[in-house]
């Protein structure tokens, strides 16, 4: 597999560089350490000079750059502020340092990492937010003149050890990173690119990567009864997919992790029909799957010793004459009936089958599904943290430490059967809305009615897979690739050991 916008990523022992930006981390009171001392000895007056001109202290955000430094070889050093040393997160660093060089002419920049008494996986995620920072969506701009285009295209990170920071890049972030990207990709490309079969496709191709990947048609879907799924693709001239990724790195026999994802191509709302303004955004309502592709990319690229089963639900809401109306009973895998009143309450229509197929057939240790299930969670979390709902206490615990290992934030609410009463209906087993308040969590009650006793987790990335207002220079586009590198970690803490 070759990855799309791969910037060639080096690893280095400490010592100068010969050529393009040396990036050169300084903390604050003017600490300098490993190779910044020798471009320093070699540039001595000039550094000096230049320092105080700019009046660095090393502040965080402070920058001075050092043009045709005498003594070595690069093109020139760009001494970054790097804040108080125990607060130094390399890979942020990286990400905000890439972010401002992406344009600058020059083709490598080297960050300088070594000496600094960071640890090797610190030094690795260097490179993980130099990609993420450089990470663009231009398939479709047909004008972009070059220096409208990134110059930068090879990044070196220089380690005390280059064996080990090698190491820890190839076995877990490398690799990871690369899902992250390709799932930013999934949830960027308009949905007349990316709709339930030209996705599937897409996926089926990652069986170069090893895993075992398998497509069902809704003629397949049809006969196990997964009505809930079919009903919402009835209005859509494109046919509805699932798609089954297997990765077996763990014993023989182990009960697989499970991790399951909405994937809505595009999300009209149907019959129930969203408003024109906005809706473009629903490009997106396949964030959940996205992330799953994303995470079985990583565990498979680093060879994980885990089995793990990846699915996903592929479905284009349409409004037609053939769609779904409010009012529709349909009958779901399970056999639990499903009254549908709204046709925008979708996403959960497509994971009642999903989620049951899961369980019955893999008869997973545990589940977790990834959705952006509801607009009342933007509300609720903004933009920052992932909506967590399981019915589990260790699972929970779980992904809040692997929010925590990932820097892909989340936060618990709650479930109880006060709320799940909500769904109740004289018509059905159940219906799909459960009424304007607590949306989030009567989404995530509907979910739970899916699931049986099987440990399970609903992340509602309503708010965090796509993003159209940014700060974090890690996000460059709409798409994120949230929950690839929290998927990841909760697989690598629990299921690799
Ligand atoms: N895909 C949407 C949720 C969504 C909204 C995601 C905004 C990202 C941004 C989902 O299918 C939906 O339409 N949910 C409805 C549920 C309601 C009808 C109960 C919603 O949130 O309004
Ligand atoms: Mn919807
Ligand atoms: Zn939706």
Known sequence: MTWRFALKITFTGGKPATSGIAVLPVFEGNKSFGSVKDYIKAGGAQYKDAASAAKFKGKSGQVFDV????????????????GKKDKFDAEMFAAKVTKSLLMSGETAVTFHLD?????????????????????RFDNYKTKLTKDKKPSLTTVRVTYDSAAKVKKAYDNFHGPVCDGVIYARDLVNEPPNKIYPKSYAARVKKLESLGLKIEVLGEKKMKALGMNALIGVGLGSARESQMVVMR????????????IIGKGVTFDTGGISLK?????????????????VVGAMIGIAGRKAKANVVGIIGLVENMPDGKA???????????????????????????????????????????????????????ISLGH???????????????IASASEGSGERSWRLPLLPEYDKLLNTPNADMKNIG???????????????????????????????????????????FGTGYGVRLLNHWIADNYEG
């Open 67 to 82: 043009y045709a430094p005498k003594g070595v070889k690069t093109s020139r050093l760009h001494v970054v502020g790097a």
């Open 115 to 135: 000496g600094l008494d960071i640890s090797a996986d610190d030094a690795a995620r260097a490179a993980v937010g130099a990609r993420l920072a450089a990470y």
């Open 384 to 398: 920052e943290h992932a909506g967590v709902f399981s019915n589990d206490d260790a699972l929970a615990e779980q």
């Open 247 to 258: 990765w077996n790195g763990g014993k023989k026999g182990a009960k697989p992790a499970a």
């Open 435 to 477: 009424g304007r308040e607590a949306g989030s969590i009567t989404a995530a009650q509907f979910l739970k009615r899916f699931v049986g006793d099987t440990p399970w987790a609903h992340i509602d990335v309503a708010g965090t897979a796509m993003k159209n207002k940014r700060h974090d220079p890690r996000e460059t586009t």
């Open 324 to 378: 779904q109306l409010p009012g529709d009973v349909v009958k779901s895998m399970s056999g639990q009936t499903i009254e549908v009143l709204n046709t925008d309450a979708e996403g959960r229509l497509v994971l009642a089958d999903a989620l049951h197929y899961a369980n019955t057939k893999y008869k997973p240790a545990a589940m977790i599904n990834l959705a952006t299930l509801t607009g009342a969670i933007i």
């Open 275 to 291: 408003p024109g303004a906005g809706m473009w955004d629903m490009k997106g309502d396949m964030g959940g799957s996205a992330a």
